[in-house]
């Protein structure tokens, strides 16, 4: 009986648990009258001004190509780009790059990587957390986090090493 119960345990906890906040609308969407997010609406804005960027991002369909081929709408010799970087594209390419991959050496993804990793299987979605000094990325596929810090400060010199690195940033423009 008990090991019944720890193989049926074990079962229910491996199975997917996608789509298990899919009834639950996010607060603050601007909605057309069929209930999809208006993508045409203003952005929202932070008590400061800023445009809110607080949400859960994830890349749709069309976009995913670009994640994959940033070239994937040039056609072969319009791509503007230096020679070395080309040989580079092409011999990756040649084994898709699965040798420079640092999953494949069990390290962390890190940046650019970490922004892109589930994109090109479907998209795994991040999500960012705004405050006024400080900005957090929390990343789905991979369980970890990057800190942007929005306070002023300087680029530290001698900041501790991190996989995401260390982090500095401020608002120049606003594209509304």
Known sequence: MRRTAWLLM??????????????????????????????TAPAHRKPDGKADL???????????KYIQNLAADF???????QTWAEALTRERQTNAGQSQL????????????LDTSGATQGGYPLKIIQE????VILYEDSK??????????????????TWLGYSVGHWEDDID
């Not at 986090?145 to 090493?161: S, T, V, W, Y």
């Open 75 to 81: 056609k072969p010799g319009e791509f503007p780009i």
């Open 54 to 64: 607080s949400g859960i991002w994830q890349a749709d369909e069309p976009n995913r």
């Open 132 to 135: 006024p000094e400080l900005m």
């Open 144 to 161: 970890e986090f990057r800190q942007i810090f929005l306070d002023g400060r300087k680029l530290a010199e001698d900041a501790n090493p």
């Open 10 to 39: 074990a079962i229910v906890t491996s199975l997917p648990a996608s789509a298990q906040w899919s009834n639950v609308p996010a607060k603050g969407i601007p909605r057309t009258k069929d209930g999809k997010p208006d993508l």
């Open 102 to 113: 640092p999953a494949t050496h069990c390290l962390p993804l890190g940046i650019p990587l």
